[in-house]
T-cell receptor, first 113, second 109 residues
Framework: AAGVIQSPRHLIKEKRETATLKCYPI?????VYWYQQGPGQDPQFLIS???????DKGSIPDRFSAQQFSDYHSELNMSSLELGDSALYFC????????????FGPGTRLTVL | DAKTTQPTSMDCAEGRAANLPCNHS???????VYWYRQIHSQGPQYIIH???NNETNEMASLIITEDRKSSTLILPHATLRDTAVYYC??????????FGKGTHLIIQP
């Protein structure tokens, strides 16, 4: 079965640069979630979107923004990168109806130098 | 969402059943119990979920107490590939998941 696709899988940036992460949900899933997992930490919810509208907001820094497009894919934009932004970024998708079980992608490893 | 409490780590012999407990004493009536696991640096993997009744799928069984204040995830025949961090999450609605510390399950050969 098709899974959540994230790109790129690895990304290296310098401090103060910008980065864009992409997420392609499971076909027919309409809700997308973003999570950040720092080294040795548990995943932390950042933000979610349903039908291109922000659905829920977690601990997303003001330097980050995200959006969902009409084909349901989502992009996480990160500006003025800091060393502390080095982390794994996971995207998950779900169907809005039913139980909303979230299925996760393989993640993007962002390294800020 | 309700807070959960899990043991920090557990060991289990390969081939035996692994029983992972979770306390969620403040769970609300409309909140589900979800279990995910994360194998080193991979994306969290959905295992199973339940509301009131016990549930079973091809991966595991979920036993929820009658008062819904605790649950147990059972991996019937643990293999080395089941070594992972297991997260018990209580959640209602479509909001983001709150991951606690989870249980680091180590399967011993």
């Amino acid at each position: 079965a098709a899974g959540v696709i994230q790109s790129p899988r690895h990304l290296i940036k310098e401090k103060r640069e910008t980065a864009t992460l992409k997420c392609y949900p499971i076909p027919r899933h309409d809700t997308v979630y973003w999570y950040q997992q720092g080294p040795g930490q548990d995943p932390q919810f950042l933000i979610s979107f349903y039908e291109k509208m922000q659905s829920d907001k977690g601990s997303i820094p003001d330097r980050f923004s995200a959006q969902q497009f009409s084909d349901y894919h989502s992009e996480l934009n990160m500006s003025s990168l800091e060393l502390g932004d080095s982390a794994l970024y996971f995207c998950a998708s779900s169907l809005r109806t039913g139980v909303h079980t979230q299925y996760f992608g393989p993640g993007t490893r962002l390294t800020v130098l | 969402d309700a807070k959960t409490t899990q043991p920090t780590s557990m060991d289990c012999a390969e081939g035996r059943a692994a029983n992972l407990p979770c306390n969620h004493s403040t769970i609300s009536g409309n909140e589900y119990v979800y279990w995910y696991r994360q194998i080193h640096s991979q994306g969290p993997q959905y295992i199973i979920h339940g509301l009131k009744n016990n549930e079973t799928n091809e991966m595991a069984s979920l036993i929820i107490t009658e008062d819904r204040k605790s649950s147990t995830l059972i991996l019937p025949h643990a293999t080395l590939r089941d070594t992972a961090v297991y997260y018990c999450i209580v959640r209602g609605g479509a909001d983001g998941l709150t991951f606690g510390k989870g249980t680091h399950l180590i399967i011993q050969p």
